[in-house]
């Protein structure tokens, strides 16, 4: 193997002492300046901060480097850009990337659980980490603190021995829950590669909060990131949880670049109330919108899913149904041969137990069977 150069003198080199005796979680906010400045020595290791030139990112939409409110380093902090007020759900980053590539025979990287992602009733903080493509079980991470509310938190992820060369590491970040990437802490004398690039196609899941991915049990359970999987697919979520029918959320989408684009939207209409006109009058703006900028982009519209009748939502004001044919209806009006009509209806059975208690939701289960089925129903686009 070609030998690399030790990290050259520009990177970003602080030497940490051990942050907690434990290996799995710190709050790095409760240590006091002078205390983290003593534990910020330690010969054994070295840490690379995350504006280092050797941290890769990808799935996010917008990202930017903030001070740190524990260390001299900046954190990489992710932005959506929309948002729902009360929420905080534009900092959650479903699925984005961080990337790295080492030889270092202990690796530690560092996440800091902020306060922005405000909603008490919708959090889920379980991320998982790759090596080398591959993830197992065990290969998780969360918050220490389980119950909705919390303080922000560090949390240490900290990585298996593996053999001795060159591993490329890749974290995903949870779907309900905000999360600022620190840096990685790797033994002295290690050296970094450039990591390998995301996958070139980028498939951007647009939705409510099923594309968000509530309520799957972690993010390598929802929809989108499974469909991404699958098809070998660079992802961007912008699930967004409550969001109905707009025009706005275009204007966000056609500064992406996609190459693939799903749009699952009208559950949060009919649940709330919208009149099924309305709905029309979004949706076609939606697309009017996009295809100003995006014109042949594949858009694949998928038609709400099943919902199981025990979830009647008192609000309502037609059937399910009317708001599923109005979407089948916009992409024959449209004459657009790449809009593609998907019948939600088919890609979970009509099975409660698929289902959360709060039946719009799929469980585990059902998202598998949706992931499945709709990346059949999917194509390769040209690049």
């Not at 942050?19 to 054994?44: D, E, I």
């Not at 990585?159 to 974290?171: L, N, S």
């Not at 009509?350 to 069977?369: E, I, S, T, W």
Request: hydrophobic fraction near 40%; charge should be positive.
């Amino acid at each position: 193997m070609k030998s690399t150069p030790p990290l050259a003198p520009q990177h970003r080199r602080i030497r940490l002492r051990h942050l907690l005796r434990c290996t799995c979680l710190v709050s790095l906010s409760l240590l006091s300046a002078p205390v983290l400045a003593q534990q910020m020595h330690n010969p054994a290791q070295v840490f690379i901060a995350a504006d280092d030139t050797s941290i890769g990112y990808s799935g996010y939409v917008h990202l930017e480097f903030v001070p740190s409110p524990s260390t001299p380093s900046k954190l990489a902090r992710f932005d959506r850009v929309f948002n729902i007020p009360g929420k905080g759900y534009r900092w959650d980053n479903p699925g984005a990337r961080i990337r790295f590539r080492t030889d270092a025979t202990r690796v530690k990287a560092l996440l800091y659980f902020n306060e922005l992602h405000i909603s008490a009733s919708a959090r889920n903080s379980a991320g998982i980490y790759l090596i080398d493509g591959t993830t197992q079980p065990a290969w998780t991470f969360k918050t220490k603190t389980a119950t909705p509310k919390r303080a922000p938190e560090t949390v240490e992820v900290q990585m298996p021995a593996v053999a001795p060369g060159f591993h490329d590491y890749e974290i995903v970040l949870p779907y309900g829950d905000s999360v600022d990437f620190q840096g990685v802490a790797v033994n002295a004398g290690a050296r970094m590669e450039p990591p390998p690039a995301p996958p070139a196609l980028r498939y951007v899941a647009y939705g409510d909060s099923v594309t968000h991915g509530f309520t799957a049990s972690a993010i390598d359970k929802t929809y989108p990131y499974l469909v991404a999987q699958k098809m070998g697919w660079q992802l961007i979520n912008l699930g967004l949880g409550g969001r109905a029918s707009n025009v706005s959320d275009a204007h966000i989408l056609k500064t992406l670049k996609a190459d693939v684009i799903t749009v699952l939207m009208g559950v949060n209409d009919w649940q709330g109330g919208g009149p099924v006109e309305r709905y029309r009058t979004n949706m076609m703006g939606f697309f009017d919108a996009l295809r100003t900028v995006q014109p042949t982009v594949p858009i694949y519209f998928i038609t709400s899913l099943y919902v199981p009748p025990s979830w009647s939502p008192k609000t309502q004001i037609a059937d399910l149904e009317a708001y599923r044919q109005v979407a089948r209806e916009i992409v024959l009006a449209r004459k657009d041969p790449n809009l593609h009509l998907i019948e939600g209806l088919d890609l979970i059975d009509h099975d409660p137990a698929l289902f959360d208690p709060v039946a719009v939701h799929p469980n585990d289960k059902g998202f598998a069977q949706m992931g499945e089925r709709l990346a059949k129903q999917m194509q390769q686009p040209a690049k």
